[in-house]
């Protein structure tokens, strides 16, 4: 069970945070994709997490506990995802309901950058798709812009607005590295660095992630994600390799209509790494 070709999925999203999928329909659709290992990693929340593990339960999957904890490093969010940890643990609770909590004004803010820009209503249009009131992000605004018409496609309103320099971006302040690795591994978890080809850091940025990271006992890379392209997946297994941290696999799935990425439907982690769940055998459910 605990090898490195394991159809593992240890990233993706529910109604819980900016998913469209309920656990229990994820861990069905988890199941019929292959998946032998799941974590749901809702952002910045474990709400879901009694859910799914029971929903892994009832489909024979094994299960990890997960969450996706947002992160303000050298000025740009870090996503840093966190597995297996004890969901009863005070201190990780308190952590993420306080992550979560400038998200509403946030929205406020959004919707009115976007009036400016001639789009009205956005804050009302974006509710209507979020499932956990705690939890609005740019992704319920993009279904928002979509649905109403201004963008084809939720890429494209990124590309247009919500992200530094367009209309409805308002820049926010996250946890910081320390708390967030701290939050986890205090509950017994891992912390993991979520796709770290996403980030546009120069090479001594990254590297100074990859250090700090390692020095507040981070111990794991996702190498094979759903946002990595092939070289990336070579790319981060080298850098796994050069901190000595453990590999992991996930597909970042939102939505059947969004996410280009399925449950489960990612290449294996390449041979010669560590992968995560090798750290986390007596936390699997
Ligand atoms: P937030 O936490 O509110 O800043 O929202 C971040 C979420 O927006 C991410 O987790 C993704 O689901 C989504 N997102 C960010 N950038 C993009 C993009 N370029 N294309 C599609 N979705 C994106
Ligand atoms: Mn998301
Ligand atoms: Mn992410
Ligand atoms: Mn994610």
């Known amino acids: 069970m605990y090898k490195t070709i394991l159809n593992a999925d240890l990233h993706c999203h529910s109604v819980v945070s900016d998913g469209t999928l309920t656990p229990e329909v994820l861990a069905e659709r988890a199941k019929a994709n292959g998946v032998e290992l799941w974590a749901l990693t809702d952002h910045d929340e ?9 929903a892994a339960k009832a489909q024979g999957l094994h299960y990890l506990t997960g969450t996706e904890i947002s992160v303000t490093f050298a000025g740009e969010t870090v996503h840093i995802v966190g597995l297996g940890f004890d969901a ?10 306080n992550t979560r909590g400038g998200r509403e004004q946030r929205a406020m803010e959004m919707a ?8 009205h ?3 009302e249009g974006a509710l209507k798709f979020v ?16 649905e109403s018409g201004v963008c084809r496609e939720t890429p494209e309103v990124f590309r247009k607005y919500l992200t530094e320099g367009k209309p409805g971006y308002v820049p926010h302040r996250w946890a910081s590295l320390q708390n967030a690795v701290n939050w986890i591994t205090q509950a017994q978890g891992v912390a993991v660095i979520a796709h770290p080809g996403r ?25 094979v994600t759903g946002s990595h392209t092939p070289q990336e997946y070579l790319k981060y297994a080298e850098t796994a390799k050069e901190f ?12 059947p209509d969004e996410s280009h990425t399925d449950l489960g439907a990612l290449p294996f982690l390449p041979g010669q790494l560590t992968p995560v769940w090798e750290l986390l055998t007596d936390r699997i459910q």
């Open 199 to 223: 980030y546009r850091f120069t090479a001594n940025e990254e590297y100074a992630l990859f250090t700090e990271f390692k020095a507040h006992g981070g111990q794991g890379v996702e190498v």
């Open 131 to 146: 499932g956990n009131p705690e939890l609005i992000s740019r992704t319920h605004f993009a279904r928002f812009l979509v």
């Open 244 to 255: 000595g941290l453990a590999a992991s696999r996930g597909s970042d799935f939102h939505s």
């Open 46 to 54: 474990i709400a879901g997490q009694q859910r799914a593990a029971d």
């Open 121 to 123: 209503g956005a804050f």
């Open 88 to 97: 009863s643990n005070t201190a990780l609770q308190q952590g993420l309901r």
């Open 112 to 119: 009115e950058s976007l009036a400016k820009a001639g789009i």
